[in-house]
């Protein structure tokens, strides 16, 4: 069983059936509900968008992993392509609103800025067109899948408006349980930083004197302290390696807190 954000016809429906060859599914309409419903144990897996290459980190789902006690179990890089769909019979000058999730509309930001259609957000692309379907919306659009097309029996006015050609999301698959070492293993983790001079300096130098690669950095502000940072890092390796635990030790020494949020395979 693998819980997803959205409706069916999601991209992230569309990446579950890429990591798992035979899976139940489980929608949730909130990000919250797949963590929640693995750490309830309704659902084996989770799999939540984390980052696209073109708009950025998803943050909610950041603030959700560090929240949960769940591990990061594996990825996904799911090439991202989006259609604008209409009820049958409709037509690209007829449209006057635009329906779809905050990325998805960030993705395709060229092509809709040119068809001066009001565009509005919603909490899942497929949603949007199972919204316009069941309402008998004219004169509305969604930017969804081509897969939510079919299910919702919408009709596609235009395929592929993302603004880039290369548009890729990257989700991870999360669990109660931890994943095997591999031989191309990654590990994520957030850590703080101390206030102090040079704290972040010498929290990332257990890094750097080890030559272990970052593949990642980011910062995001603290939700319990204004004005100060967290950070979210992915390096390659596996916890269990000898190198990467002395460097996690190490980091530990440095910062404020630490917390693993899983090794895994890379995609």
């Known amino acids: 069983m693998v819980a997803f954000q959205g409706e069916r016809g999601a991209f992230s429906e569309d990446a579950v059936t890429t990591f798992f060859d035979d899976a139940q599914l489980l929608p949730g309409r909130h990000l919250s509900?797949?963590?929640g419903a693995v750490l309830a144990e309704k659902a084996d897996f989770g799999v939540v968008p984390v980052e696209n290459s073109q708009a950025g980190s998803i943050n909610e789902t950041y603030d959700l992993l560090l929240d949960y006690p769940l591990h990061i179990f594996g990825e996904i890089n799911l090439r991202i392509s989006h259609c604008l769909m209409a009820l049958p019979g409709g037509s690209l000058d007829k449209i006057r609103t635009v329906y779809s999730h905050p990325q998805a509309l960030a993705q395709c930001e060229e092509f809709l800025r040119k068809l001066k259609a009001e565009v509005v957000p919603t909490?899942?692309?497929a949603g949007s067109a199972k919204r316009i379907k069941e309402e008998g919306l004219r004169g509305y659009a969604a930017v969804a899948s081509q897969r939510a097309a079919q299910i919702y029996?919408?009709?596609i006015l235009v395929e592929?408006?993302?603004?880039?050609?290369s548009n890729y999301t990257k989700f991870f698959v999360i669990a109660k349980q931890e994943a095997a070492p591999s031989p191309r293993s990654k590990t994520s983790l957030v850590f703080g930083v101390k206030n102090a001079p040079g704290a972040l300096h010498?929290?990332?130098?257990?890094f750097a004197s080890r030559n272990i690669n970052l593949t990642k950095l980011e910062s995001r502000p603290s939700k319990t302290k204004p004005w100060e940072y967290i950070?979210?890092?992915?390096?390659e390796g596996h916890i269990s390696d000898k190198t990467c635990r002395e460097a996690v030790t190490q980091l530990g020494q440095e910062a404020s807190f630490v917390k693993i949020l899983g090794s895994y395979p890379r995609a």
Do not use: M, P
């Open 231 to 235: 950070f979210y890092v992915d390096f």
């Open 202 to 206: 010498a929290s990332l130098g257990a």
């Open 153 to 155: 029996g919408l009709e």
């Open 160 to 165: 592929k408006i993302e603004t880039n050609v």
């Open 33 to 35: 509900d797949v963590f």
């Open 123 to 125: 909490y899942d692309t």
